[in-house]
């Protein structure tokens, strides 16, 4: 029989849900060196913690945090909050020698990532940032292919990040629009995954260029109470100001010499989550596009002369990273996949004393991009990192 490992999780809407769900398939479909126990949930509302703890098996509810963080009992901490809170709670965690489990982005600041990061370095414990669409089989499989030389010299990154969620003017004022929650708009929110997934497949970045805009400046105030991270509901006629911005825009030099660019909006009409970059190299080039996320385009110079074209790899056979665990090639996996993909490693590097990425050193990383990215908005010019 597999030895236990208790997780107690601090958050409980939609990341807590797609946390709970990793926890629970993890040991179901690969060999993990031990099972996780959910143990206890914890959150500021008990009538809807406690519907939560129900539905997805959690042991028992915990309303401190303060107090699930240092229970002896608890081997994990999963930090499934929004990122104002992420600091507080990730730095009680690791000074109880807690393994973290923490939700992106970092933090609000790269002061307070580099401080979360330097106590759980001196701690030991295990941290790890879930910036889960590393773990998108048709994405490690482009970083598979890069390393073995596919594309070859790397010239261009271009990525976009686009959602049209708060389109509708009438759509509330939010955590996420607010800057002393969310720190950032989808500077902070979507580029930190896009940033992530550049420091992954193409390096680290050295300098930036940015400009950001707001369309819409003031919301009706939101009903805090509502269901849902992104609920639509708003308490009446009182309207408060927008103070993250609702677009970004960056271009970029890496490290590699190659250049590149991000665009982050909410205001994408009909992207509902569409994050697609391409990659072009000497040899050939990728692209990936997560509304097809079980794709992976793909363009190779080597090709017989008449016969050159983008060609479609399907990421579902057993030789592509984490697919064979799953279903019979062609049969596709979803978004939840990754973070099971997520829990797996994670599970490893305890038992194995190892490293997992991208972990609070990247992640202190990326929000260096991010805040360059803003005062480049603000200085009109380029910063260098």
């Known amino acids: 029989m597999k030895k236990q490992i208790n997780v107690g999780i601090v958050g409980?809407?939609?990341?807590?849900?797609?946390?709970?769900?990793?926890?629970?398939?993890?040991?179901?479909?690969?060999?993990?060196?031990?099972?996780?126990?959910?143990?206890?949930?914890?959150?500021?509302?008990?009538?809807?913690?406690?519907?939560?703890?129900?539905?997805?098996?959690?042991?028992?509810?915990?309303?401190?945090?303060?107090?699930?963080?240092?229970?002896?009992?608890?081997?994990?901490?999963?930090?499934?909050l929004p990122q104002n809170l992420h600091y507080e709670v990730a730095l009680a965690a690791a000074k109880a020698g807690k393994h973290i489990f923490c939700e992106k982005p970092l933090s609000m600041t790269s002061e307070?990532?580099?401080?979360?990061?330097?106590?759980?370095?001196?701690?030991?414990?295990?941290?790890?940032?879930?910036?889960?669409?590393?773990?998108?089989?048709?994405?490690?499989?482009?970083?598979?292919?890069?390393?073995?030389?596919?594309?070859g010299r790397i010239f261009h990154w271009r990525c976009a990040y686009q959602q049209d969620w708060i389109v509708d003017p009438s759509f509330p004022l939010t955590w996420q629009l607010k800057k002393e929650t969310a720190q950032a708009g989808p500077q902070w929110d979507l580029n930190s995954h896009a940033v992530d997934l550049a420091h992954f497949l193409i390096?680290?970045?050295?300098?930036?260029?940015?400009?950001?805009?707001?369309?819409?400046?003031?919301?009706?105030?939101?009903?805090?109470?509502?269901?849902?991270?992104?609920?639509?509901?708003?308490?009446?006629?009182?309207?408060?100001?927008?103070?993250?911005?609702?677009?970004?825009?960056?271009?970029?030099r890496f490290e590699n010499g190659a250049i590149g660019s991000f665009e982050a909006t909410r205001f994408a009409t009909g992207r509902k989550n569409r994050l697609t970059f391409e990659i072009y190299g000497s040899k050939g080039s990728l692209v990936f596009d997560l509304e097809r996320m079980n794709e992976l385009q793909y363009y190779s110079n080597e090709d017989t002369k008449g016969e050159h074209g983008f060609r479609t790899i399907l990421a579902t056979e057993s030789i592509h990273p984490y697919a064979g665990n799953w279903w019979p090639a062609g049969h596709i996996i979803g978004y939840e996949h990754a973070f099971v993909h997520a829990v797996v490693d994670f599970l490893n590097a305890i038992e194995n004393d190892t490293d997992i990425k991208p972990d609070f050193a990247d992640g202190l990383k990326i929000i260096q991009v991010l805040e360059a990215g803003l005062r480049s908005a603000e200085l009109g010019g380029e910063v260098r990192l």
């Not at 030991?124 to 890069?146: D, E, F, Q, S, T």
């Open 112 to 151: 307070q990532a580099a401080e979360m990061l330097k106590v759980c370095q001196e701690t030991g414990v295990k941290h790890y940032l879930n910036h889960n669409y590393r773990r998108v089989p048709a994405v490690a499989l482009a970083k598979k292919m890069i390393e073995e030389g596919k594309i």
């Open 12 to 80: 409980y809407k939609f990341m807590g849900r797609a946390h709970s769900n990793a926890w629970i398939k993890a040991p179901l479909f690969f060999d993990t060196p031990s099972t996780p126990v959910l143990k206890a949930a914890c959150g500021r509302h008990q009538e809807s913690l406690s519907e939560f703890a129900q539905n997805w098996g959690w042991e028992e509810t915990e309303p401190d945090w303060q107090k699930l963080v240092t229970r002896p009992d608890i081997d994990i901490i999963d930090i499934a």
């Open 203 to 252: 390096g680290d970045v050295t300098s930036v260029s940015a400009l950001t805009t707001n369309f819409i400046k003031e919301r009706p105030i939101a009903d805090e109470t509502a269901t849902g991270s992104l609920s639509g509901a708003s308490k009446g006629d009182e309207m408060g100001e927008v103070t993250v911005e609702d677009a970004a825009l960056m271009m970029v």
